[in-house]
Every structure is written in C-alpha cells, then in structure tokens.
C-alpha cells in the first residue's frame, strides 16, 4: 500500500502525534517467547513509524518508550529496554540526521545507566540542529514528576525574581514543562486494547483526540498508522466551541 491509496488529506496533517507503545509483551507471551522478544520487535516498528512520519509531513513525534514507574519491572527485562534504546541509537543516528530529525528526551536521564545515557546525549547533541522532524522519547518520564517539577522550578524563580507570579498563565506555564516550544499533541495513539493514559501527557494532552487500538505494538504497521490518521481527520475538533 502507498500513501496515495488512503484518504488523508495533506492539507489537514496533526502537527504532533504522541504514541504510547503497549503490548510487547503480550504480543511475544502469545508466541510463547520470552516478554523481550516483544521489545526487540517493537524496535523494528518505530523505525517504520517514523519513515511514515516523514512521509505525511508530522513535526513532532512523541513516543513512550519507558515509564517512572516501569521501573517496578523485573531488572532484567528493564535491562534489555535499556540495553535496545542504546542499540537503536547507535544503529539509526546517521539514518536519523540524515532525515533531519532532531532528538530530544522527555523525562529525568540521572536514573538511566551511565553507557545509555551517553548514547543518547550524543544522539541529542548530534541532531540538535535539526529541524525537520523533532523525536521526543519519554523515558523516565512521568506526567505527574513533570508538573510536579515545573511547579518547583516556578517557585525557584519566583523566589529569585526571575518571573512575577501575576505573569503565570497557561503559556508561561508551559515553557516549565518537558516539551517547552512544542505544540500539544493533536493525536494520542495508544496499541494494546488498554484504555488508559498511564500517567501520559496529562496536561498536554488536554484537547487532544484519543486513538486506542487492539493492535499490539510489534503489529503496529505503516498501514494501522495511516488508518489511524484517516480516523483522526474524521474527527470533529471543537475546543469547546459550537459547530
Ligand atoms: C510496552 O509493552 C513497552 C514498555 C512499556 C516499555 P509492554 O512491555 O508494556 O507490554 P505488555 O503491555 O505487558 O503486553
Ligand atoms: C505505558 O505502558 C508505558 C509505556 C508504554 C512506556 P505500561 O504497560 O507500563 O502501562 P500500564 O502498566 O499497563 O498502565
Ligand atoms: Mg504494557
């Protein structure tokens, strides 16, 4: 299948799509394979998501890739989703620069291990320039620690007198969090059947439209992806006007 065989108009492209990546290991646990083998071939799909990205124009891409609170996992399995980000760096950056992509993270990298992080802090430095499509990984991320630190970081600067209070509004606000400069998701996908944000995004996530799918993540194909943007330009988006 080609672009050109589904109904998406160009003209009505979300600027930001944001995918929390579910189902790996039910995915493998059904192929009797051990729960990483569902990661190893989630890795396959990102790369796929992201051509398909490229193709329809999407700016910013959003992908959950690991949780504050995935850390509950058994260490091994946290070991190899580790040990994959810093493998799928090291594999795709060239790939990555060469399609313009500038990568950034959302979340806390001082409880990644130090040959990951450095990975990815090459990654960041490496395609810092780039301005075709941004890559936002969350890892290590939680929605409520993100607020919680914007608002501590409110008060250090209402303290030092770096911002006046009665200034604080919604456009202020945001700059305290993860995704700054970025626009808010206009889609949320998550595979996997569950109906939840798992601490997601929760302030930016305010208007955006919601996908879930039964799909598992390592089935998540170019072809679910741009079913799921026909879905999305089948929306009608309000924010709370009429029509
Ligand atoms: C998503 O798949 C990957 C991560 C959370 C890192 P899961 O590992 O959550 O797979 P299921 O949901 O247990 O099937
Ligand atoms: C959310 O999936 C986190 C990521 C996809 C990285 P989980 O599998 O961790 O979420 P729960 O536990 O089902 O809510
Ligand atoms: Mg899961």
Redesign the pocket.
């Known amino acids: 299948m080609d672009l050109k065989d589904y109904n998406i108009d160009m003209k009505k492209i979300p600027k930001h799509v944001a995918i ?4 790996n ?1 039910r995915w493998a646990k059904k192929r009797l394979m051990p729960r990483t083998a569902g990661h190893k071939v989630g890795v396959e799909r990102v790369r796929d998501i992201i051509k398909a990205v490229d193709k329809l124009n999407i700016k910013y891409l959003t992908l ?4 504050t ?2 850390w509950k ?1 058994p260490s091994d399995e946290v070991g190899v989703l580790m040990q994959l980000l810093a493998n799928y760096l090291k594999k795709e950056i060239d790939e990555l620069d060469r399609k313009n992509v500038r990568i950034r993270v959302l979340g806390e990298l001082d409880r990644i291990p130090k040959k990951v992080r450095e990975e990815i802090e090459k990654a960041i430095i490496r395609t810092k320039d780039n301005d075709n499509i941004v890559l936002n990984i ?1 890892l290590n ?1 939680g929605s409520r620690l993100e607020i919680i630190r914007a608002v501590k970081n409110i008060v250090e600067d209402c303290s030092n007198e770096k911002l006046d209070i009665e200034r604080l509004d919604e456009e202020k606000f945001k700059e305290y969090l993860y995704t700054e400069d970025q626009p808010d998701p206009d889609l949320m996908i ?1 595979t ?1 059947g ?1 109906q ?1 944000l ?3 995004l929760l302030y930016q996530l305010a208007y955006s439209e919601f996908i879930f799918t039964e799909t598992a ?1 390592p089935d998540f194909t170019e072809d679910e992806f741009f079913k799921a943007i026909e879905l999305y330009q089948n929306r009608n988006r309000r924010f709370g006007d009429i029509k």
């Open positions: 929390i990546m579910d189902g290991g959950y890739a690991f949780s609170e995935n996992r969350a991320y998550r996997s569950e939840r798992s601490n997601f993540w």
